[in-house]
């Protein structure tokens, strides 16, 4: 983990703007080097709270980036301030543009048959320099050796993983050893965006940071992941608390 880090409830996130950001992966793609990259929202930090296996996979991540308005506002109200959002599916928009430019090639893992071949299918037709390596679905047991064998002899530049909070960044880690290269990432729902399943919020919804509340009136399923969202403000109203307790009075 990078030293340019801010703490948030015990996970270190990366200082650090999007375009900062790309380049540093592009680094370790043109040095031929291996990066594990985390994107994590309120639901992951409070997830790997009460996981103890889970904070450990995060801890074992290179890089932690804030997937969230969640939790750029928390970093200010500690006055731990970072710039902006780095999420995973605006980090996949970029590691595909820049594949498209470097004639980088791609694996993808995750999703249902239907879901994965279309991804893939608009990942050719949209960025028709990027050589897509393989791909396979995401209903598999995570002990299964094939899919990292196959990864390893076919060594692709980046391998986008979405197979779910957690399961896929315990995919991540317990495969990466054996790889030579390559930028490895967990990328939730991206590849149901990517096959045209299911909308991104609009820009004014970003814009106004209710990205969150977009998916939740167009999935009212989630209102369970969505509880964790105010687990986690009352966690960091709870740790600003105990700051402004330590401040000595004059």
Same mark, same amino acid.
């Given at each position: 983990?990078?030293?340019?880090?801010?703490?948030?409830?015990?996970?270190?996130?990366?200082?650090?703007?999007?375009?900062?950001?790309?380049?540093?992966?592009?680094?370790?793609?043109?040095?031929?080097?291996?990066?594990?990259?985390?994107?994590?929202?309120?639901?992951?930090?409070?997830?790997?709270?009460?996981?103890?296996?889970?904070?450990?996979?995060?801890?074992?991540? +290179?890089?932690?980036? %804030?997937?969230? *308005?969640?939790? !750029? $506002?928390?970093?200010?109200? #500690?006055?731990?301030?970072?710039?902006? /959002?780095?999420?995973?599916?605006?980090?996949?928009?970029?590691?595909?543009?820049?594949?498209?430019?470097?004639?980088?090639?791609?694996?993808?893992?995750?999703?249902?048959?239907?879901?994965?071949?279309?991804?893939?299918?608009?990942?050719?037709?949209?960025?028709?320099?990027?050589?897509?390596?393989?791909?396979?679905?995401?209903?598999?047991?995570?002990? +299964?050796?094939?899919? %990292?064998?196959? *990864?390893?002899? !076919? $060594?692709?530049?980046?391998? #986008?993983?979405?197979?779910?909070?957690? /399961?896929?960044?315990?995919?991540?880690?317990?495969?990466?050893?054996?790889?030579?290269?390559?930028?490895?990432?967990?990328?939730?729902?991206?590849?149901?965006?990517?096959?045209?399943?299911?909308?991104?919020?609009?820009?004014?919804?970003?814009?106004?940071?209710?990205?969150?509340?977009?998916?939740?009136?167009?999935?009212?399923?989630?209102?369970?992941?969505?509880?964790?969202?105010?687990?986690?403000?009352?966690?960091?109203?709870?740790?600003?608390?105990?700051?402004?307790?330590?401040?000595?009075?004059?």
């Amino acid at each position: 983990m990078m030293n340019n880090t801010v703490n948030i409830l015990g996970i270190d996130f990366l200082n650090t703007t999007i375009n900062n950001f790309i380049n540093t992966l592009h680094s370790h793609l043109e040095d031929r080097k291996k990066a594990f990259v985390v994107t994590a929202n309120p639901e992951v930090v409070m997830k790997a709270r009460k996981e103890e296996d889970f904070m450990s996979v995060i801890k074992n991540a +290179d890089y932690v980036t %804030a997937d969230g *308005i969640g939790i !750029i $506002k928390s970093a200010g109200l #500690l006055g731990l301030p970072l710039p902006e /959002r780095v999420t995973g599916f605006d980090l996949t928009l970029r590691l595909l543009s820049l594949a498209n430019e470097k004639n980088y090639s791609v694996y993808l893992l995750g999703g249902r048959d239907k879901v994965i071949e279309k991804a893939s299918e608009t990942i050719e037709t949209e960025y028709p320099n990027v050589t897509i390596a393989g791909y396979h679905h995401g209903f598999f047991d995570l002990n +299964d050796d094939k899919i %990292a064998s196959t *990864i390893e002899h !076919i $060594k692709p530049d980046i391998v #986008l993983v979405a197979l779910g909070a957690g /399961r896929q960044e315990a995919w991540i880690n317990q495969h990466l050893s054996r790889f030579e290269h390559g930028i490895f990432m967990g990328v939730g729902g991206t590849f149901d965006v990517l096959a045209g399943e299911v909308q991104r919020a609009p820009e004014v919804w970003q814009r106004m940071n209710l990205e969150w509340f977009y998916r939740l009136v167009k999935q009212p399923s989630r209102w369970k992941r969505q509880i964790a969202l105010p687990q986690f403000a009352l966690k960091v109203l709870q740790v600003k608390m105990q700051q402004i307790a330590k401040v000595p009075v004059r």
